[in-house]
């Protein structure tokens, strides 16, 4: 299949395992921004998508990658969560968790749009979670707006813990 835009995919095309991941610039809860190709150079990683900081399935996520967290880092893989939320949420949102790995605001829902995790119409993301390699190709996608806490087992699996 063809992609005549080469920085992100058309909404009716899902990325898939094998894609180059679109790479962005957001704000997070560091006080800093995070560029995907500059900050994560060389590096896997996780990204998950979730709708909403402070909702059932969102904290049940959040608490999962926050407990399995250490296999994460064990085999050198940050974790980030991105949402339209804002810094000062996802700031409130870390410290009641005690989330030890970063939140990323897409306040406009540009990034989360180019990663196909956008809620049409409500400006909201799906949850959805990627695993993406050194060289920020898709290794795993994982989609489920129910199942959270599936969603970390699924990485912990195909990265081998």
């Known amino acids: 299949m063809k992609n005549s835009n080469q920085h992100s995919p058309p909404t009716n095309m899902a990325l898939k395992v094998g894609d180059n991941a679109p790479n962005f610039t957001l704000k997070s809860t560091s006080g800093n921004t995070l560029t995907l190709d500059q900050d994560l150079k060389d590096t896997a990683c996780i990204l998950y998508f979730y709708p909403k900081d402070f909702t059932p399935g969102c904290n049940a996520e959040a608490c999962e990658f926050r407990d399995h967290f250490e296999e994460f880092r064990d085999v050198d893989i940050p974790v980030f969560g991105i949402s339209t939320d804002s810094i000062p ?33 409500l400006n909201l993301a799906k949850r959805t979670t990627y695993l993406l390699d050194k060289d920020h190709n898709i290794k795993a996608v994982y989609n489920d707006m129910f199942g959270a806490r599936n969603h970390i087992k699924a990485m912990l699996e195909e990265i081998g813990q």
């Open 89 to 121: 949420t996802h700031m409130k949102f870390k410290t009641k968790y005690k989330l030890p790995f970063e939140l990323l605001s897409d306040k406009s829902g540009k990034v989360t749009k180019s990663y196909d995790a956008i809620i049409p119409l």
